[in-house]
């Protein structure tokens, strides 16, 4: 696991591609979830062939085991573009994301989470016009309409969460059963 960029990741004369990995967290996605346009996520963004997120705790880390995420199902990859910057403009941006924010000590399930700093992240990759899908991070807006009714420990917690600390390997860990959103 690393914070920064690592190897070529697929690295052209034009750019390099940034992709979204997207990871179920629930079993009734595709069967419930998905058809309402609500399921519950787990996103993460590949540059430089290292996938960055963000979690409780944690904060914004980085994986160079790309498509995985412990007790999370991969599901799909949408390519958003290309980023033309190098690995050192891209920990610039890394940085600015932890000014805007992204630290393990301000996360919030519902309304600043993996998919949150997924969104934020791409755009400031690749600006504003990033085809950043809707879906990902509805049914986590939707559920920001009931947040005071949550227990205010289940909003930091994250689903997934930086594997450095585990004794499993690369990768992404997640802590408990893996059955919220993120």
Request: overall charge negative.
């Amino acid at each position: 696991m690393s914070f920064f960029a690592g190897g070529g990741g697929g690295r052209t004369r034009q750019g390099t591609p940034v992709r979204l990995h997207v990871y179920d967290l629930s079993p009734m996605n595709s069967s419930i979830l998905m058809p309402l346009g609500l399921p519950i996520l787990h996103t993460g963004v590949e540059v430089f062939g290292t996938e960055y997120t963000f979690a409780g705790g944690a904060g914004v880390f980085g994986s160079d085991t790309v498509k995985q995420a412990e007790g999370a199902v991969y599901s799909h990859s949408i390519e958003l573009g290309v980023y033309s910057g190098s690995g050192h403009e891209l920990r610039d941006v890394l940085d600015e994301m932890k000014g805007r924010g992204y630290t393990g000590d301000k996360y919030n399930i519902l309304t600043r989470n993996c998919n949150c700093f997924s969104e934020d992240f791409s755009k400031s990759l690749l600006g504003s016009s990033c085809p950043f899908p809707g879906y990902v991070n509805r049914a986590a807006y939707w559920g920001s309409c009931f947040e005071c009714l949550l227990p205010k420990e289940l909003l930091g917690e994250a689903p997934v969460k930086d594997g450095s600390s585990s004794s499993g390997g690369g990768g992404f860990q997640v802590q408990g059963g893996g059955n919220r959103g993120s």
